[in-house]
């Protein structure tokens, strides 16, 4: 169980202490947008940080549309929603507050004890239901409803994620109609096609989601994102894989037309009347209970470090053996001391600041003479000389000895070093057996054969293979970076990279020819069938970083 459940993970080096004065305590996870901390406010109550990602911190475009999204998150106040407390899309990097939910996702509830029974799914869509009203209400349209931004709580479900997911979307959401917000296997019809989204299409997912709980996997089916969102747009769900008391409800919420769907209200007026005396009684507390399994301990608040308290030169005389405090006599002769103390002490600063401003000025004055000699002229003589060896000319650039010359006495400053590349991030790209992918533009269409990167399924399992790019899985926890990619790619020559041990969240490492180096975050691996298998992911990218 703690196995299953082993949510907090210990920070990294890469990771920071704290953000805009919250210290963190553990990571969370990470997604498409950034990664994910605990961290405490000041009266002990946990709360999730998420951090954006600097690829998109760095667009300014993302920032303004990040910080239209909190401040409407800001005013959503319900039973059922993780509340935004703190947030600041100015920021560096930008981030946001929510309160930390104790309780698993709902999609690792299913994966951990299989589909939800009638009465838990009812209570899911009433506590769904009346997320959504408080989301609505503010103006707000979740448009990524989805089992894994609804977390279990011991007393009921919350939705979290709502109103910046439109913030994200240049980032995280690409589909096959185009710059689509959210996930394929939820979106409403309209919102497959690219159609106006309305607070509608969040019931469509309310259902979805539902339907998910349900059955354990998709009402619509698996596979890639584009065969999905066709049977979407162009079929109707079938509802006989559904339990039957739950069909009716189903029917409504998901009508290809958004103006015959049941509106939150309906739903959760519908769900109490199937529970009956359950929801007057508030039996679901037992419920969640069963599905979020035994309530995890949460780490403690990170305390603030202890600042170091400067000592005293020389500890105040103690009092003799016997005595309760000190004599007139020798108070006034520890006094005396003192005195001569900051005396000698203000002098030996005097002296210390006369002779740093005596070097300062040789120092100058010697560049002053190099400068008007011309660059043959050379300093000789043992009054003009510098007496440390460190700080002797070295026309090598460096002495035998490693130590380095001091800017301005006798070695000129060397150049800043080359600025490190910029990550370029290409979310969602997708690889089947018949798109490959070329590092120069991971979106441009390359058909089989034309791309540098291939994803192939011989007759035992998948696997990504190239000609001239080399890859290596990273097997840790999440979070990747240049450094981790360029240390494992250094002495990599593998062309070829078996699938079988990578899952969605894994990190693969891929250089390039021309020394581009990239880091794809599997989103999605689907390879139960291999005449349709793909994978998709999240691709950063570095140009010349090997």
């Known amino acids: 169980m703690d196995e299953m459940r082993d949510v907090f993970q210990p920070l990294q080096a890469a990771d920071p202490a704290e953000v805009a004065g919250y210290r963190l305590a553990a990571r969370l996870g990470a997604g498409g947008m950034g990664r994910v901390y605990l961290a405490h406010t000041q009266g002990g109550r946990p709360v999730a940080i998420k951090v954006v990602r600097p690829e998109l911190a760095d667009d300014p475009d993302f920032r303004r ?128 096609s690219g159609q106006e989204v309305t607070a509608a299409a969040d019931v469509f997912a309310l259902a979805q989601t539902a339907a998910f709980a349900a059955l354990g996997r998709p009402l619509y089916g698996d596979g890639p994102g584009v065969y999905v969102l066709y049977r979407i747009v162009h079929s109707g769900p079938d509802l006989s894989l559904l339990p039957e008391a739950l069909r009716p409800l189903f029917a409504r919420c998901l009508a290809a037309d958004p103006a015959e769907r049941a509106t939150p209200a ?19 507390p037992a419920v969640w209970r069963e599905i979020s399994g035994p ?14 308290q400067p000592q005293p030169l020389i500890a105040p005389p103690h009092p003799p053996a016997g005595s309760l405090r000190p004599t007139r006599a020798g108070g006034q002769a520890g006094r005396r001391r003192t005195a001569r103390i900051m005396v000698i002490a203000s002098a030996v600063g005097a002296l210390l600041l006369t002779v740093l401003a005596w070097r300062v000025l040789d120092a100058e004055g010697r560049n002053d003479h190099r400068d008007t000699a011309g660059p043959s002229a050379s300093v000789t003589g043992p009054e ?60 441009a269409d390359a058909k ?92 950063t990218i570095w140009r010349d970083a090997a």
């Open 448 to 539: 089989r054969g034309a791309g540098d990167i291939r994803f192939d399924c011989p007759t035992v399992g998948c696997q990504l293979e190239s000609d001239t790019s080399v890859f290596v899985q990273l097997h840790r926890k999440p979070g990747g970076t240049l450094e981790d990619c360029r240390l494992l790619l250094k002495n990599a020559k593998d062309n070829s990279l078996p699938l079988a041990g990578a899952a969605n969240g894994s990190e693969i490492c891929v250089k390039g020819p021309s020394g581009d180096i990239g880091l794809l975050v599997i989103s999605t691996k689907s390879t139960a069938m291999p005449d349709i298998a793909f994978l998709q992911g999240d691709l």
């Open 295 to 308: 309530e995890v301990a949460v780490p403690p608040p990170v305390p603030d470090p202890t600042p170091v």
């Open 65 to 192: 549309r990040f910080g239209r999204e909190i401040r409407a998150a800001q005013r959503v106040r319900g039973a059922y929603t993780a509340e935004l407390i703190d947030a600041d899309a100015d920021g560096v990097p930008p981030w946001l507050a929510t309160l930390y939910v104790p309780g698993p996702s709902l999609a690792e509830a299913v994966a951990r004890q299989g589909p939800l029974s009638v009465t838990a799914v009812l209570w899911l869509m009433a506590g769904m239901a009346e997320a959504l009203q408080a989301i609505h209400a503010e103006g707000i349209v979740h448009r990524d409803l989805k089992p894994s931004n609804v977390l279990l709580a011991a007393d009921g479900p919350r939705v979290i994620d709502f109103g910046i997911a439109l913030a994200a979307a240049d980032a995280t959401s690409y589909t096959a109609t185009g710059h689509t917000v959210g996930t394929p296997a939820y979106m409403a019809p309209e919102q497959a």
């Open 384 to 443: 003009s000389r510098p007496s440390d060896a460190s700080d002797a000319p070295n026309s090598g650039g460096s002495s035998d000895s490693g130590g380095s010359a001091a800017p301005g006495a006798g070695e000129p400053v060397a150049e800043a070093s080359s600025q490190e590349p910029q990550p370029e991030p290409y979310p969602l790209v997708m690889l089947d057996r018949k798109n490959s992918m070329n590092l120069e533009d991971p979106h």
């Open 266 to 284: 309906e739903i959760v007026e519908w769900c109490r009347q199937r529970l009956g005396a359950d929801a007057d009684a508030g039996g679901a």
